[in-house]
């Protein structure tokens, strides 16, 4: 494998992380000494060729991936996805302070129910599992891993999804990213 193709560790094309990328590395390709077009797969992590010191740009989903590597100077943080700063890496800035305004991407997960659930079911739903996030142990084992825990109505959700859709469906149209 050439030097150059060693250059970045990438997810494959179409998973969060992949469309995450790809405004980020539009915006700064021209300072980029390796072509950011070639991809690395890595099926699982980087963590061991972060080790070996070959990657030289890095897209994680979670922050302790990165961190250990970012405190032994094997990696250089140069920005966090989400609007805000991480308080298990403030040292990271946001990619807004780091040169891309409005540049915010994050991941989340949802529970879901089939359409139709009845609404006493999804609420009672709602209520347990937004209490079993809210206290305050299971919140802080999130948070230490670098997560934000949101524990949101259905109506919140539908809505954030609904603008999630919106706002990647731009991106594949505009990177000719088709379903396959």
């Not at 405004?23 to 972060?50: E, G, K, Q, S």
């Not at 109506?155 to 859709?165: D, F, P």
Request: proline share 9%; with cysteine.
């Amino acid at each position: 494998m050439s030097p150059r193709a060693e250059g970045k560790c990438d997810a494959l094309p179409g998973v969060p992380l992949h469309l995450g990328k790809l405004r980020v590395l539009d915006h700064f390709r021209p300072a980029l000494d390796f072509d950011a077009n070639l991809v690395l797969p890595i099926r699982a992590n980087a963590r061991p060729v972060a080790r070996q010191g070959a990657i030289k740009m890095y897209f994680v989903n979670a922050i302790p991936d990165a961190l250990p590597h970012i405190q032994a100077k094997r990696l250089i943080g140069l920005g966090i996805t989400a609007g805000k700063r991480n308080p298990i890496a403030p040292q990271i800035p946001t990619m807004a302070e780091a040169g891309l305004p409005g540049y915010e991407f994050t991941t989340w997960q949802i529970l879901a129910a089939p359409k139709g659930t009845p609404a006493a079911v999804v609420s009672t739903l709602n209520a347990k599992v937004r209490a079993v996030l809210q206290a305050p142990d299971t919140a802080k084992r999130w948070q230490d891993r670098g997560f934000d825990v949101i524990a949101s109505t259905p109506q919140a959700m539908t809505a954030h999804l609904n603008s999630e859709i919106k706002k990647w469906g731009a991106v594949f149209k505009e990177q000719g990213i088709k379903a396959q």
